[in-house]
């Protein structure tokens, strides 16, 4: 038997392990602190289960386990000290975070120990790897270049669950939509790199429109520049990633960032309320109207959409705090959970599209290839949510050609190659997780 370790049972697990357990030859067993989540990801599975703090005692249970391969589902943050113990226990990692400094820096002790450390291998990133290596790679070879990149992905409610002004519900950690309202975003214009810092890429939205689906708006998200390197589009003049959003949501970040809530000031949160909390940091006296000066700082009027987004958002509740002490961003989080669920039966939505504006020298002829990948799930049901099929299924399918030695290079490894695009590309299709292709001619 070969044996795969799951180090966390959070919202992702669910199809990565029923991926697995469903193989012939493999054993998983799940490793979290929280029983429930562990009950809920092996529900139906003949996988086990094991409750202990995952994040501390990752090379004990190496130790004991000897799992052929490790599967880290935990917060980015823990990844590193995961790899680590997987080269020093000889052990294949695969990951859906992405692949950092630190973790670049075990390159070479992985390739000295024969461990491959294959991450980003997830949604975003990891399929958007899969099918933009692919379309670029397909360019080249006909002779084309790329003159610009431009990639979007958003994991948001169907259509059909949109119930709240905020046009947002949570199918990941809070924790981590919070922390990236103040990343910052770095692309590329006109082959000059451009910064947007601390979050300043929500004041510069833009509106698209997906075909079949309407229109949203989108927003850069992280650094698009190691792109060019990771896709071999050296000739590239224009990269753009972003983040796909119902339109009015970054309007209502940019108003809670105004507002002080995605500080990392810790705050004692007990016997306080929003406006009790607002009053003191802004200095607003008991007898003014609060509603109108929080108005004045975002600058808007009672009527815009974005103050009613924050009334409906609970700013102007006069009830106690979800949290007793921690920082603004742990409260906005807190305060996201409460507000933005998905409930039973609930469907949600994953939407990515590529799309490349490429010239063909012999012809002389530009064209624009999109590449567009849709894909549903339902809260509560056998499947999963869309976030955690596409998501959870990457990392599993990783794992299974690690089992059985389909991956043959040491060291870390982002699947931007052929031998790992294609197929996982093709298996994914055969879950229905797939991109329609089509071509336009611009001039």
């Given at each position: 038997?070969?044996?795969?370790?799951?180090?966390?049972?959070?919202?992702?697990?669910?199809?990565?392990?029923?991926?697995?357990?469903?193989?012939?030859?493999?054993?998983?067993?799940?490793?979290?602190?929280?029983?429930?989540?562990?009950?809920?990801?092996?529900?139906?599975?003949?996988?086990?289960?094991?409750?202990?703090?995952?994040?501390?005692?990752?090379?004990?249970?190496?130790?004991?386990?000897?799992?052929?391969?490790?599967?880290?589902?935990?917060?980015?943050?823990?990844?590193?000290?995961?790899?680590?113990?997987?080269?020093?226990?000889?052990?294949?990692?695969?990951?859906?975070?992405?692949?950092?400094?630190?973790?670049?820096?075990?390159?070479?002790?992985?390739?000295?120990?024969?461990?491959?450390?294959?991450?980003?291998?997830?949604?975003?990133?990891?399929?958007?790897?899969?099918?933009?290596?692919?379309?670029?790679?397909?360019?080249?070879?006909?002779?084309?270049?790329?003159?610009?990149?431009?990639?979007?992905?958003?994991?948001?409610?169907?259509?059909?669950?949109?119930?709240?002004?905020?046009?947002?519900?949570?199918?990941?950690?809070?924790?981590?939509?919070?922390?990236?309202?103040?990343?910052?975003?770095?692309?590329?214009?006109?082959?000059?790199?451009?910064?947007?810092?601390?979050?300043?890429?929500?004041?510069?939205v833009g509106l698209t429109e997906i075909r079949g689906l309407g229109w949203f708006e989108h927003y850069a998200n992280a650094d698009?520049?190691?792109?060019?390197?990771?896709?071999?589009?050296?000739?590239?003049?224009?990269?753009?990633?972003?983040?796909?959003?119902?339109?009015?949501?970054?309007?209502?970040?940019?108003?809670?960032?105004?507002?002080?809530?995605?500080?990392?000031?810790?705050?004692?949160?007990?016997?306080?309320?929003?406006?009790?909390?607002?009053?003191?940091?802004?200095?607003?006296?008991?007898?003014?109207?609060?509603?109108?000066?929080?108005?004045?700082?975002?600058?808007?009027?009672?009527?815009?959409?974005?103050?009613?987004?924050?009334?409906?958002?609970?700013?102007?509740?006069?009830?106690?705090?979800?949290?007793?002490e921690g920082t603004l961003q742990d409260l906005t989080a807190a305060q996201y959970e409460r507000r933005l669920p998905f409930l039973?039966?609930?469907?949600?939505?994953?939407?990515?599209?590529?799309?490349?504006?490429?010239?063909?020298?012999?012809?002389?002829?530009?064209?624009?290839?999109?590449?567009?990948?849709?894909?549903?799930?339902?809260?509560?049901?056998?499947?999963?949510?869309?976030?955690?099929?596409?998501?959870?299924?990457?990392?599993?399918?990783?794992?299974?050609?690690?089992?059985?030695?389909?991956?043959?290079?040491?060291?870390?490894?982002?699947?931007?190659?052929?031998?790992?695009?294609?197929?996982?590309?093709?298996?994914?299709?055969?879950?229905?997780?797939?991109?329609?292709?089509?071509?336009?001619?611009?001039?």
């Amino acid at each position: 038997m070969k044996n795969v370790l799951v180090f966390g049972a959070g919202r992702v697990c669910g199809p990565c392990v029923r991926y697995l357990a469903a193989r012939e030859g493999v054993d998983v067993t799940v490793v979290d602190a929280v029983q429930e989540n562990l009950d809920r990801v092996l529900e139906g599975t003949r996988g086990k289960g094991i409750r202990a703090d995952a994040a501390s005692r990752m090379g004990e249970l190496l130790e004991r386990e000897r799992p052929q391969v490790a599967i880290g589902l935990l917060p980015p943050r823990f990844l590193v000290p995961l790899a680590e113990q997987c080269v020093k226990h000889r052990v294949h990692m695969v990951a859906p975070s992405y692949a950092k400094e630190e973790l670049r820096a075990l390159d070479g002790p992985a390739r000295e120990a024969g461990v491959t450390l294959l991450a980003e291998l997830g949604l975003d990133p990891g399929i958007d790897h899969l099918s933009a290596a692919r379309t670029v790679s397909r360019i080249h070879h006909m002779g084309g270049r790329v003159d610009a990149f431009w990639s979007v992905c958003g994991a948001l409610p169907a259509p059909e669950s949109n119930d709240n002004p905020l046009g947002y519900k949570l199918s990941w950690a809070p924790g981590s939509l919070v922390g990236a309202s103040r990343r910052d975003a770095r692309i590329l214009e006109d082959g000059a790199e451009r910064l947007l810092p601390d979050g300043e890429t929500f004041r510069r939205v833009g509106l698209t429109e997906i075909r079949g689906l309407g229109w949203f708006e989108h927003y850069a998200n992280a650094d698009s520049l190691p792109y060019v390197k990771l896709y071999d589009m050296p000739e590239v003049r224009n990269v753009y990633r972003g983040t796909l959003r119902y339109p009015g949501w970054c309007e209502t970040v940019c108003a809670l960032r105004e507002l002080g809530f995605f500080d990392l000031e810790r705050v004692d949160f007990r016997g306080r309320t929003f406006p009790s909390l607002l009053r003191e940091r802004m200095g607003i006296s008991s007898s003014a109207c609060l509603k109108t000066k929080v108005l004045e700082r975002i600058g808007a009027r009672p009527h815009h959409a974005v103050a009613l987004r924050l009334e409906w958002l609970g700013v102007f509740e006069d009830a106690p705090l979800p949290l007793e002490e921690g920082t603004l961003q742990d409260l906005t989080a807190a305060q996201y959970e409460r507000r933005l669920p998905f409930l039973p039966g609930e469907r949600d939505l994953v939407v990515m599209e590529h799309r490349y504006e490429a010239t063909f020298p012999a012809t002389g002829r530009r064209f624009r290839f999109t590449s567009t990948l849709v894909d549903r799930g339902t809260v509560g049901s056998p499947e999963g949510t869309s976030i955690a099929r596409t998501t959870g299924l990457p990392p599993a399918m990783g794992a299974r050609m690690l089992l059985e030695d389909r991956v043959r290079r040491a060291g870390l490894v982002v699947p931007t190659t052929p031998d790992l695009y294609e197929p996982l590309l093709e298996e994914l299709e055969g879950h229905g997780i797939r991109f329609r292709e089509r071509e336009e001619l611009l001039d």
